[in-house]
């Protein structure tokens, strides 16, 4: 009987990886940044099997993310 192991696909282990932040103690935006992060690889990369995630599948995405990618706002202090 050939078993295979059990598939662990991106948006898991991105689940697995903010529980184990917060339990770390990292703070709520730190948490919430990581969070905003990761559904945006989600996105562009689609939910897949963790261990089928190239250096190339991320080289692309920085490209994405230096060429293409137009943040919705400003993270920071805005007052002047």
């Not at 897949?48 to 137009?70: A, E, G, M």
Request: without cysteine.
């Amino acid at each position: 009987m050939n078993r295979r192991p059990p598939v662990l696909v991106i948006s898991k282990a991105v689940v697995g990886f903010l529980q184990y932040k917060q339990a770390e103690g990292s703070s709520l935006r730190t948490v919430a940044s990581y969070s905003s992060d990761l559904k945006l690889w989600l996105v562009f990369q689609e939910d897949v099997d963790v261990n089928k995630v190239s250096t190339q599948n991320i080289r692309q995405y920085l490209t994405f993310l230096l060429n293409d990618y137009v943040p919705r706002r400003i993270t920071g202090n805005n007052h002047f």
